[in-house]
Nanobody, 124 residues
Framework: QVQVRESGGGLVQPGGSLRLSCAASGRIDSSYVMGWFRQAPGKEREFVGVISWSGDSTYNADSVKGRFTISRGSARNTVYLQMNSLKPEDTAVYFC?????????????????WGQGTQVTVSS
């Protein structure tokens, strides 16, 4: 079993920045990739980005390119989502997930383990 937990959400003004953290524990190993997704009220869960185990490879959704960056900590089981130039439409619950398919990491169903989510609200 793998446990995943997000932290760092909150309220931020438009144009501001926020960094989310995700810690994975349990039977996590180098076969796993970590993905970020988000879900706004009344909408489907949306892919944000994914990072390989090594941290050398990442890709993001077009909606956040140039504004959001995914990285890994020195401890491979920790990943971060740095969000800059935030917009009201970025308001959502953000989820971190662990899975094994990097190339199709944009598909939520490929992730076996999910965190509880952390709320991000962008509002003035």
């Amino acid at each position: 079993q793998v446990q995943v937990r997000e932290s760092g959400g909150g309220l931020v003004q438009p144009g501001g920045s926020l960094r989310l953290s995700c810690a994975a524990s349990g039977r996590i190993d180098s076969s796993y990739v970590m993905g970020w997704f988000r879900q706004a009220p009344g909408k489907e869960r949306e892919f944000v980005g994914v990072i390989s185990w090594s941290g050398d490879s990442t890709y993001n959704a077009d909606s956040v390119k140039g504004r959001f960056t995914i990285s890994r900590g020195s401890a491979r089981n920790t990943v971060y989502l740095q969000m800059n130039s935030l917009k009201p439409e970025d308001t959502a619950v953000y989820f971190c997930a662990a899975g094994r398919d990097y190339s199709r990491g944009y598909e939520a169903w490929r992730y076996a383990y999910w965190g509880q989510g952390t709320q991000v609200t962008v509002s003035s």
